[in-house]
């Protein structure tokens, strides 16, 4: 059993609290999507609103266990302020002489945020030590980091079992009921469509899908590796090499089970791979040897939005072609607008993380779907029927 933040009350408590405002920053160090820190609001409201002082905690990029200026939170602690009005106290370590200062130091109604966790390696070896040193600033604990909660980091793993007060967030159980819901219980059909660059991250994925799905739709840089098993010319677009047998076999593993595993009819090709290369439209059999293809093309959108208008569950994951490139960027677009449709005749529809989170977001779609997942990694292994370490710690 996982007791949640509405099982408790907060009153006189530090309480020390895993957020994920992992997020991305431009060359000025200004946040360029909030959605990480919008959805954790609800969690520290209620700590604040109990009479608690919420003790916040995260990473911020890859500093590799080394103090790096580059990842530092501190831009996170002034959005904060100056976007929502919080009064934070910043400690410029997450341990040590300098946090424990600043958690002394806050009043109610106040903050802490706690300098990169990722600034020492014993993070992410989920280090008793350097858990007993995060967990010494607290006396409860939450989780509402659902984008690292599949990683048994300290933060996430180890320090949670230092804790009989131990507590899953808001944003942690919204995450877990809307994929739970959609993979153990789905209102049918049920639909999935995955794309991205590679079939070798989803594998697991469409594995453990096609024993829950209706119909699975594939596109972005792996279908090519399908046509390829398929005995297509796919020219210079992206192949996994090492994984056209699998592709076979899930092709068949779809017939058998009688899925419905549908790829694009045609696709979007290019002679470079740059948004101003010259394009043009082709069946999948008429791909040129020199060429490469770049996103799903119009026959295909309109396959694929006949299925999802038609689904009652959808979840998605990976965008259909090269979407930063803008001239690439229609068939995400289109799977985006399908399913803001599909959502309003009644369907569940789930976007899970990452580059189609990001897609969602960028094109202000997120609040016309029914869930924008905050985590890439995290939702696939979830989608997986991994169980996740952050969430198993909190078992009581």
Request: proline content about 3%.
């Amino acid at each position: 059993m996982i007791k949640t933040i509405d099982d408790a009350v907060f009153t006189n408590k530090n309480v020390l609290i895993r957020v994920d405002f992992n997020v991305p920053l431009d060359e000025n160090k200004k946040i360029t999507d909030n959605t990480r820190i919008e959805e954790s609001l609800t969690t520290i409201n209620k700590v604040i609103d109990d009479g608690g002082i919420p003790i916040l905690m995260s990473h911020l990029g890859r500093p590799k266990g080394e103090v790096n200026l580059k990842y530092s939170l501190k831009p996170i602690a002034d959005y904060l302020e100056n976007h929502y009005g919080y009064d934070v106290i910043f400690a410029d370590d997450c341990i040590g002489e300098s946090a424990k200062e600043a958690v002394k130091k806050a009043d109610f109604g106040q903050i802490v945020l706690l300098e990169n966790l990722r600034f020492y390696k014993e993070e992410e070896k989920n280090d008793i030590e350097f858990a007993k040193k995060l967990a010494s600033l607290g006396e409860a604990y939450i989780n509402d980091a659902f984008g690292t909660a599949h990683r048994a980091h300290a933060s996430t793993a180890a320090v949670a079992s230092l804790f009989e007060e131990r507590y899953a967030g808001k944003l942690l159980v919204d995450e877990i009921q809307y994929l739970g819901k959609a993979v153990q219980n789905p209102r049918r059909p049920f639909l999935a469509i995955l794309g991205g660059a590679k079939i070798s991250g989803k594998i697991d994925v469409i594995n453990n899908l096609m024993d829950k799905c209706d119909s699975i739709l594939i596109g972005g840089g792996m279908m090519f590796t399908f046509f390829k098993a398929m005995g297509l010319e796919i020219g210079k677009s992206i192949l996994e090499e090492d994984k056209i047998e699998l592709a076979k076999e899930l092709i068949e593993k779809a017939r058998t089970k009688n899925i419905r595993l549908l790829l694009p009819l045609d696709t979007v090709i290019a002679n470079s791979f740059s948004n101003d290369s010259e394009s043009k439209i082709v069946s999948l059999s008429e791909i040129p040897s020199d060429w490469l293809g770049m996103d799903i093309g119009p026959k295909s959108i309109e396959l694929f939005e006949k299925e999802i208008i038609n689904a009652k569950t959808v979840i998605w994951n990976g965008p259909m072609g090269v979407f930063e490139m803008q001239n690439f960027s229609n068939g995400t677009f289109a799977i985006a607008k399908a399913l803001t449709k599909a959502t309003d005749k009644g369907a569940l529809t789930i976007v899970g993380g990452g580059d189609s989170a990001a897609a969602v977001t960028q094109m202000k779609f997120k609040k016309q779907v029914t869930h924008v997942s905050t985590g890439g990694g995290a939702s696939l292994e979830y989608l997986e029927g991994k169980i996740l370490p952050g969430i198993a710690a909190l078992e009581v």
